[in-house]
Nanobody, 128 residues
Framework: EVQLQASGGGSVQAGGSLRLSCAYS????????IGWFRQAPGKEREGVSC????????YYSDSVKGRFTISTDNAKNTVYLLMNSLKPEDSAVYYC?????????????????????WGQGTLVTVSS
């Protein structure tokens, strides 16, 4: 059974940092892509970042590029999202998701319908 468990959310002041964790089980990262998405109140869910073992690539949305870093610890079956220089507009529920394969990942990583498995969200609140 595939499971993804997101954690690490919390409340932080603007300019601060948080590290989110996505613990996964039931599949091998070697043939999957794992992404982070977020949804703020009243807004659509959007792709934030993803990491693809097959292409050995990482991707970021323009709004977080240079501030967020995605990484993996294969020994712990965990993907991390380190979020620095947080802004109030980063406040949202953050979700991790996994998709089989990495075909055309560079152009499709933000397409939520391509992800097969989703974890529950973790809330991030950034105050000004």
């Amino acid at each position: 059974e595939v499971q993804l468990q997101a954690s690490g959310g919390g409340s932080v002041q603007a300019g601060g940092s948080l590290r989110l964790s996505c613990a996964y089980s039931g599949f091998s990262f070697d043939d999957h892509t794992i992404g982070w998405f977020r949804q703020a109140p009243g807004k659509e869910r959007e792709g934030v970042s993803c990491i693809s073992a097959g292409e050995r690539s990482t991707y970021y949305s323009d709004s977080v590029k240079g501030r967020f870093t995605i990484s993996t610890d294969n020994a712990k079956n965990t993907v991390y999202l380190l979020m620095n220089s947080l802004k109030p507009e980063d406040s949202a529920v953050y979700y991790c998701a996994a998709r089989r394969g990495f075909n055309m990942i560079s152009s499709t990583w933000q397409q939520q319908e391509r992800y097969d498995y989703w974890g529950q969200g973790t809330l991030v609140t950034v105050s000004s």
